[in-house]
């Protein structure tokens, strides 16, 4: 750099800093506050108004847009350039911004950028008052701006904190929240996805599963799934006509939740148990086309907005678009089988009559050589008369008086009677002698009251099964009529234990198997 280049650059920037110590000084000397104006040191505040009071705002920016929200009770909603709620707490944030307003001195309004402004804040408050104000420039140093009130000839100097405030759009103001109902008012929920369509109703406080067949709802899985719908929000909301949504998606979307606050139409009665012994395994292919629901809002949810795959794009309904984020989906994309009531049966122990089991053993060479084999244990309940010995006769015979001298023993000479231990509820078939632990077979039959699935498994999901066990139980219920359960339950590898029952097939607890090997030791 030469010398020349040196005093340029030297001149301009004394001309810039005379510019910005005229700037400061006309702005903090022109009519500073007084002792008396100033509160805590930091200046008169231009407005002695609650922020509770305030019913209406209204932002006019200079390129003639009008931003105007209006008090919806504890709420707030947008009401120009769109109708639409908006986040409560950014409307109060701007409010309290516009009212807490604190001038550092006043100076000539000229050339400050009040004429024209580059906004205009109106503010209705609940009495029917109008507060106007004009927002100019901020200064170079950017950390003022200029404002004046109606009817004031100058403009006072006030922190630029609220200038970027003023500046924000509608979509930046708006309620992120995706659905606005809370998750009590929710009453139908329909999810499709590109191989099965659910739909679930809720009457009262329980949820059924009505399609692809009714069964009745697990009621955390569905109240977490209106909980996820409840949390869903908006990166950002997206313009109708922004080029991006050409490859949004939504002619093949990836999923689509439709969702309604009204109740559900009354159905035609059914039989008690055709909610609870429907199969819901298999899989019905249905196209991914949003159900209609009275009074319903569908979410239609279609590819990633980059390469990130961070967000996806959704339309919900068919006239408002936005980005949410792609993980935000995960708990929607729930199959009839993940929402499915765990409770598979419910069998009361003191109605069960008799327990069938049948091993069958695969052959194994690791980790010890076995041959393949298999045995059945078949137990029953003892009758009530084997328990208790047969009943007295209701009239006795009348014994014939003898004079003879009595050549019984007396009571004094009669052995000690031996008490004799009492007799098991349980009993090998056939043999009521053999008796079974009554703590084992009452596990396994604790385990069925009710028999609870961690999961449940689709019809046509690979398994790899190794031993099997066949558990039939025999029932009677009151007035004789009988029922019977058949329990399937297979072993695998990693432990996991795949059964089926009544139709359906799902995952059991590991420790489940052990109850039923139990039945094969020793009595």
Not at 409 to 436: E, H, N, R, Y
Not at 489 to 513: K, Q
Request: hydrophobic fraction near 40%.
């Amino acid at each position: 750099m030469n010398f020349k280049t040196t005093i340029i650059l030297i001149l301009l920037l004394g001309i810039a800093g005379v510019y910005l110590a005229w700037d400061r000084f006309s702005t903090t000397t022109s009519k500073p506050n007084t002792d008396s104006e100033l509160v805590d040191g930091k200046g008169r505040k231009l407005f002695d108004v609650d922020s509770s009071a305030v019913a209406r705002v209204s932002i006019k920016s200079a390129d003639g847009s009008t931003l105007t929200v209006a008090r919806a009770g504890e709420n707030w909603e947008i009401v120009e350039p769109l109708r639409t709620s908006a986040e409560t707490w950014a409307v109060d944030g701007l409010v309290r911004g516009i009212l807490d307003l604190r001038s550092r001195g006043s100076v000539d309004a000229s050339a400050r950028g009040l004429t024209p402004a580059r906004y205009v804040v109106e503010m209705l408050t609940s009495d029917n008052r109008t507060i106007r104000l004009q927002i100019g420039n901020k200064s170079s140093l950017g950390d003022v701006m200029y404002v004046q009130r109606d009817g004031q000839a100058q403009a006072d100097v006030v922190p630029a904190d609220l200038y970027a405030q003023l500046g924000k759009s509608p979509d930046e103001l708006r309620n992120k929240q995706i659905v606005q109902s809370v998750d009590a008012e929710i009453r139908q929920v329909t999810i499709t996805q590109k191989d099965e369509e659910v739909s679930l109703e809720k009457t009262g406080d329980a949820w059924t599963i009505v399609a692809p067949t009714p069964a009745p709802a697990d009621a955390a899985a569905a109240a977490s799934l209106a909980g996820a719908l409840r949390s869903l929000r908006a990166v950002e909301f997206v313009s109708a006509d922004d080029p991006s949504l050409r490859f949004a998606g939504f002619d093949d979307p990836t999923l689509v939740v439709t969702y309604s606050t009204a109740l559900p139409a009354t159905r035609p009665a059914t039989s008690p148990t055709a909610a609870t012994s429907a199969p819901v395994n298999a899989i019905t292919s249905t196209p991914a086309t949003a159900p209609s629901l009275p009074g319903s809002t569908t979410l239609t949810f279609g590819g990633f907005d980059d390469l990130r795959k961070q967000n996806v794009f959704v339309r919900i309904n068919a006239d408002t678009f936005a980005k949410v984020s792609a993980a935000s989906l995960e708990p929607l994309k729930k199959s009839a089988l993940d929402l499915r009531d765990k409770k598979v049966v419910d069998i009361d122990p003191e109605s069960v009559a008799g327990v069938s089991v049948v091993e069958h053993l695969q052959a194994t060479t690791q980790p010890t050589t076995r041959s393949a084999s298999s045995q059945t244990r078949e137990i029953t309940r003892r009758a009530l008369e084997a328990t208790l010995g047969p009943a007295t006769p209701a009239t006795q015979p009348t014994a014939a008086v003898s004079t003879a001298p009595s050549t019984l023993p007396t009571p004094s000479t009669l052995p000690a009677a031996v008490a004799s231990p009492p007799a098991s509820k349980w009993q090998v078939a056939g043999d009521a002698s053999l008796a079974v632990d009554d703590v084992k077979i009452d596990a396994l039959l604790s385990s069925l009251h009710p028999l609870t699935a961690t999961r449940f498994v689709k019809a046509d999901e690979a398994s790899v099964g190794m031993d099997t066990y066949v558990v039939t139980i025999s029932t009677i219920q009151r007035g004789g009529a009988g029922t019977t359960h058949v329990l399937q339950v297979t072993g695998s590898p990693d432990n996991t234990l795949t059964a089926t029952c009544d139709g359906l097939r799902f995952e059991l607890p590991a420790d489940f198997l052990a109850k039923i090997k139990a039945l094969f030791d020793n009595p």
